[in-house]
């Protein structure tokens, strides 16, 4: 079992830009979440999906952020535009039928 | 305000001795998660206890809850410096709040 694979693990983008993170859960999982985490703020819940549907997105922080799971072995979150304080390592975790979460080992994101 | 809420913030202990957080919730629970986070990398979980269960034991870990006072402690026992890590807790319900973590625990085990 390869585990939840986040991609890219590092990205650095400019104010403005785009940024999309990826997520392949585990083969199997029905629950899919997105964390966020800073020294600041610790480890947000932004969203999580139950058969690829969006359960709870009120972790999300505003209408720049989107999430989306087009199927059970794919997800991703977009930020658009980014800003310096979106800098964050992002994680994305999977389970069968809810807990326990399985986590990726997250994508360090750093907008200048 | 948070679900889960671990206690204390940070420890600093030997190695060898024994190390024990707690945590605290606000509403009835359907079970509990411990999990464990190196620095740079995932959660990874180490234990889950349902409401119906006083006690878990894995390993050198044990944990207990105690749903009457809304709270549940993880015990390491004879630690090592390879338990220094952040120690989180979370809960799952029906009443929402689901998958959220507290601030955690930073353990340091000195050798």
């Known amino acids: 079992d390869a585990g939840v694979i986040q991609s890219p693990r590092h990205e650095v983008t400019e104010m403005g830009q785009e940024v999309t993170l990826r997520c392949k859960p585990i083969?199997?999982?029905?629950?899919l979440f997105w964390y966020r985490q800073t020294m600041m703020r610790g480890l947000e819940l932004l969203i999580y999906?139950?058969?690829?549907?969006?359960?709870?997105d009120s972790g999300m922080p505003e209408d720049r952020f989107s999430a989306k799971m087009p199927n059970a072995s794919f997800s991703t979150l977009k930020i658009q535009p980014s800003e310096p304080r979106d800098s964050a390592v992002y994680f994305c975790a999977s389970s069968f039928s809810a807990a326990p979460l399985h986590f990726g080992n997250g994508t360090r994101l750093t907008v200048t | 305000s948070q679900q889960g809420e671990e206690d204390p913030q940070a420890l600093s202990i030997q190695e060898g001795e024994n190390a024990t957080m707690n945590c605290s919730y606000k509403t009835s629970i359907n079970n509990l998660q411990w999990y464990r986070q190196n620095s740079g990398r995932g959660l990874v979980h180490l234990i889950l206890?349902?409401?119906?269960?006083r006690e878990k034991h894995s390993g050198r870990l044990r944990v207990t809850l105690d749903t009457s006072k809304k709270s549940s402690s993880l015990l390491i026992t004879a630690s090592r410096a390879a338990d220094t890590a952040s120690y989180f807790c979370?809960?799952?319900?029906?009443?929402?709040?689901?998958?959220?973590f507290g601030p955690g625990t930073r353990l340091s085990v000195l050798p």
């Open positions: 979370a809960t799952e319900n029906n009443y929402g709040q689901n998958f959220v």
């Open positions: 083969s199997g999982h029905d629950y």
């Open positions: 999906f139950n058969n690829n549907v969006p359960i709870d």
């Open positions: 206890i349902r409401s119906n269960e």
